[in-house]
């Protein structure tokens, strides 16, 4: 199933406004919103795809009442520009899979206001030729015993530009802070670049935080294994660059949707 037919599946969303008062089984799609504003009420659960097709704006909120639950996916088609603000009282979960098809930009801050919350971002970026896209995430631990994790992988190929800046901000009332930050990218031409900047600002004295970014090249000695075992070069890079970005994408939280993503992404990746 392509991500087109998958969509045409879902239920689609066209208010700009959305209230969720009890959980919703099937995912909701949003497509090419200019501002959406999500509030999901204290034990629910949404899941929801949001795409962007057209190069426009967005503006997404994202309000999380005390145990909700939210499962999103976002998916840049175009050369888009989406911010995205959350809002999470104790308790709830919010988990982000983005990915970037080529030329955008994507700005994410995450909240964390209530004890016990929890946020997980995983995230891709791929761009070929001269496109430019660009990933910032901050996220800010306001109180205390709250858990973050993101992990992000790029792919630069041609004249492209990719860029990651990444924030974990623990403030002095956020001790038992647990937080993760992850950048790794591939680079697949000498003129392709990645630039990368993960980041934290702590001021609390009892948490547990780490970051790491890395920038480097297709590993030369698993492309040497899959062709001694009868890959051609091309399948053999196919196989490396998917699954470098794959396990991301496959942590979607739905099946279908997961096995969509990761076509449209080989198909990126053929073009790089």
Known sequence: MSVNDYIASLQ???????????SVAEPQ???NP????????????????????????????FT???????????????????????EQAASSR?????????AARAAYTINLNGAFAES??????????????????????????CHSSSVVRGLAGGEAVGEFRGMVYVSPDAQRTDAYQQNRNMLLSETARIDTLPQLEIYADDVK??????????????????????????QARRVQLAGFVGDLVMQCGCEELCAALLAAL???LERI
């Open 29 to 31: 799609v949003v497509l």
């Open 12 to 22: 689609r969303v066209e208010r700009t406004t959305l209230r969720v008062e009890e």
């Open 209 to 234: 935080c780490s970051h790491g970014a890395t920038v480097g090249q297709m590993d030369q000695e698993a492309l040497y294994y899959m062709r001694q075992r009868g890959l051609s070069e091309a």
């Open 120 to 145: 997980e971002v995983n995230g891709v970026l791929t761009v070929g030729d001269k496109e430019h896209a660009v990933m910032h995430l901050r996220t800010n631990h306001n109180v205390a015993d």
């Open 64 to 86: 999380l009442a005390e145990g909700a639950q939210v499962e999103m996916v976002e998916l840049f088609r175009a050369e888009a520009f989406a911010e995205m603000q959350v």
């Open 94 to 102: 919010f988990k982000l899979t983005t990915v970037e098809l080529g």
């Open 34 to 61: 200019a501002s959406l504003a999500v509030e999901v009420a204290a034990g629910a659960k949404l899941r929801m795809v949001v795409v962007h097709d057209d190069p426009t704006t967005a503006d997404l909120r």
């Open 266 to 268: 080989e198909h990126k």
